[in-house]
């Protein structure tokens, strides 16, 4: 299983606009269905995506993950601005959560709610009850 990671083209754009902040602006990330297909050019907003995301449901509540405690580095090696978030997790509870594919970053700050990137699992996920989904060492590149 292959983990891909898309950047959308609008928020290279809004980052050279100096509209978005790596280390200050508040992320969130957002669980999408199995038939979501991410489009760097058309998959701009939150707006463009919201409805592909999973319903409420069984411990997932749309739009309420937010990435905490950024941490934006230089990163010589790969020529980059490098951000880390802490880990993220949803707990199953009274039901799975899912099938998911893949999921989704977005700049909570900015006017538009900028799509910062899909994360593409590589393959489907369901949570059964009780057990964890977690998004381990989330880092955001930017060059």
């Avoid at 998911?100 to 700049?107: E, L």
Wanted: glycine share 6%.
């Amino acid at each position: 299983m292959a983990i891909t990671v898309t950047v959308s083209n609008h928020f290279k754009y809004q980052k050279d606009k100096g509209n978005v902040d790596m280390s200050s602006d508040a992320f969130k990330v957002i669980l999408m269905n199995t038939t979501f297909a991410f489009n760097k050019d058309s998959h701009a907003t939150l707006a463009d995506v919201t409805a592909d995301q999973l319903a409420t449901s069984h411990g997932y509540t749309q739009d309420s993950k937010s990435l905490a405690n950024p941490v934006t580095t230089e990163d010589d090696t790969d020529d980059c601005g490098k951000t880390v978030w802490d880990d993220v997790e949803w707990v199953a509870d009274g039901g799975s959560i899912g099938p998911t594919g893949s999921a989704i970053i977005y700049d909570d700050t900015t006017s538009d709610d900028t799509v910062y990137c899909c994360i593409d699992f590589g393959t489907d996920y369901t949570i059964p009850d009780t057990a964890s989904f977690q998004l381990r060492t989330l880092v955001g590149k930017t060059t």
